[in-house]
């Protein structure tokens, strides 16, 4: 699942990405050192270079004083004055007075696939959580290679990729099964016919860790600040192992897990597992707020209702588009994100309370978002095409469908969908590497994690894992909480560790757990 993206089904993995490790054999030494020379070669040009920054394009959304530009990457490091693509770039200076800047802070808020250009909107719209960092940093935004306006990608035609209704991703025969690989199977296909076996085989967190070097350099700064959330994680902590000397501050925000066996197939299963018990929290409050929402006062009355709606969108779409998918679609940004709590109970409440059309509208594609439709489709391309290359993925049908019937059995909401959105995996028509072995390099900084225990997108074992792989770092919990992306929530527990980290650089003594923000109310 696309974590952190919206999109027709995004279903979870934020989490993505993974660098040919240095292997036994010579030649696969040989390439890592091919591409970590290549990358100091376009940072040094970038340095040179610089950013013309220029007001941003119109289409794009983003206001003056944001600035935009381009920098230019090589697409295969290992050939660094070969072909080359533009990102896409954006910044707002620091608010306050020239004294009390501190650099650059660049961000990923994940995927992979999604696009970070939003970020200094955070400064023009005065967000108070960022207000004490916004003065002493330029807020820098990015869309990463294949994403958005940095040499787009794409594997399928995007008025095609949102049509409705799709397939209900639960089947319930062979045929449905046989259906859905096959599907797959034409994605895989889809993404070498549009993109391109160079571009393709080039889409891998390694080479977007190597891309944030560059972009720092063209900034001028001889280290980053680093601020990554949900897959943005996985970018911050293999930039960290290739470039730990790089590194000023960093700090990475529901963490996905980053040991090369779980990259990525283990990382999607795991998903599921956490998405239902995400899901529970969810239908608990519900029941709950009984009095707001009359869908019931326990979770089986809840469920009962989820069921019920399911089946009736199976035998007939709401609307003549809304079926199970586009339903799975609309409500799994509940188990995502709290801020959907409310919105996705009101919209399930007027449906039972015989308003249709606001289910319709909530969960439909709009054909007419020609932009926003290629937008989705770009993003689910974008993450597919890097949890696809960056790591091996089973081939074997049998294990795929052993694997996932087994997860059903116990985890059903979303154990299908999230397999259906990886199955193009298994048929990969590129090269597949071998994710980077994240570990602690000379000069690496103390990094900051912060981790809700209950996170669907990225479960909470990935924070202790990346805790203990890079030595020093500190980890603050948010205990009973799940919302995922939790820096950017009012919670003053952790707001004011980020603010005396970013700030200070300094951390608490010891690992730091926290009570959970505010539960939404109806």
């Known amino acids: 699942m696309a974590l952190g993206s919206a999109g027709a089904l995004v279903t979870a993995t934020l989490i993505a990405g993974a660098v040919s490790a240095p292997a036994a054999s010579a030649d696969s030494r040989r390439g890592q050192d091919r591409e970590a020379v290549g990358a100091a070669i376009a940072a040094a040009h970038a340095a040179k270079t610089g950013i013309d920054w220029q007001d941003c394009p119109a289409d794009w959304g983003l206001a003056k004083p944001i600035q935009c530009g381009y920098v230019s990457v090589p697409l295969d490091y290992a050939h660094p004055f070969g072909k080359q693509i533009k990102l896409a770039v954006d910044r707002i200076g620091n608010t306050g007075t020239p004294q009390e800047r501190q650099g650059a802070l660049v ?171 995400r899901w529970k929290d969810w239908e608990d409050w519900v029941a709950k707020n009984d009095a707001s929402f009359h869908l019931g006062t326990t979770r089986d009355a809840v469920q009962a209702k989820w069921l019920q709606l399911r089946a009736t969108a199976k035998k007939n779409p709401i609307g003549g588009v809304v079926g199970p998918a586009e339903l799975l679609g609309f409500f799994q940004s509940a188990p995502y994100y709290d801020s959907s709590w409310v919105p996705v109970a009101t919209v399930f409440s007027k449906y039972f309370a015989g308003d249709t059309q606001a289910l319709v509208d909530a969960a439909a594609p709009d054909m007419s978002d020609t932009a926003g439709n290629i937008s989705s489709e770009n993003g689910n391309a974008v993450y597919t095409a890097v949890e696809c290359t960056d790591a091996k993925w089973p081939t074997s049908w049998k294990k795929w469908d052993q694997d996932n019937t087994r997860l059903n059995a116990k985890y059903p909401f979303l154990t299908w969908s999230n397999a259906w959105m990886n199955l193009p995996c298994a048929t990969w028509p590129v090269q597949q590497q071998t994710p980077v072995n994240v570990k602690t390099g000379k000069g690496l900084p103390q990094v900051l994690i912060v981790q809700s225990t209950r996170d669907a997108a990225t479960p909470y074992p990935g924070a202790v894992e990346l805790h203990k792989r890079f030595k020093g770092s500190r980890l603050i919990t948010e205990k009973d909480a799940g919302s995922h992306g939790v820096t950017g929530l009012v919670n003053p527990c952790i707001n004011s560790r980020v603010d005396a980290y970013l700030l200070t650089g300094k951390v608490d003594g010891s690992d730091v757990t926290c009570t959970p923000h505010a539960t939404p109310q109806p």
Not at 146 to 157: R, Y
Not at 222 to 227: Q, R, V
Not at 231 to 260: E, Q
């Open 107 to 277: 961000y990923n808020p994940g995927g992979p696939g999604g696009s970070g250009l939003r970020f200094p909107a955070r400064v023009t719209a005065k967000n108070p959580v960022w207000a004490n960092v916004a003065k002493a940093y330029d807020f820098v935004g990015f869309d990463p290679r294949g994403v958005g306006h940095s040499a787009p990608i794409s594997c399928m035609d995007p008025q095609e990729f949102v049509k409705a209704p799709k397939m209900d991703p639960v089947p319930d025969s062979e045929a449905d099964k046989l259906a859905q690989r096959k599907l797959a199977r034409e994605y895989a296909d889809g993404c070498l016919d549009r993109t391109g076996r160079a571009m393709l085989e080039q889409m891998t967190t390694p080479n977007t860790a190597r891309d944030l070097d560059v972009i720092r350099a063209a900034l001028g700064e001889k280290k980053i600040n680093y601020l990554g959330v949900s897959y943005g994680t996985y970018l911050g902590a293999v930039y960290g192992t290739l470039f730990p000397g790089h590194v000023r501050r960093m700090i990475v925000d529901s963490v996905v897990n980053p040991a090369k066996e779980n990259i990525w197939y283990q990382a999607n299963l795991g998903q599921d597992v956490a998405f239902e018990g």
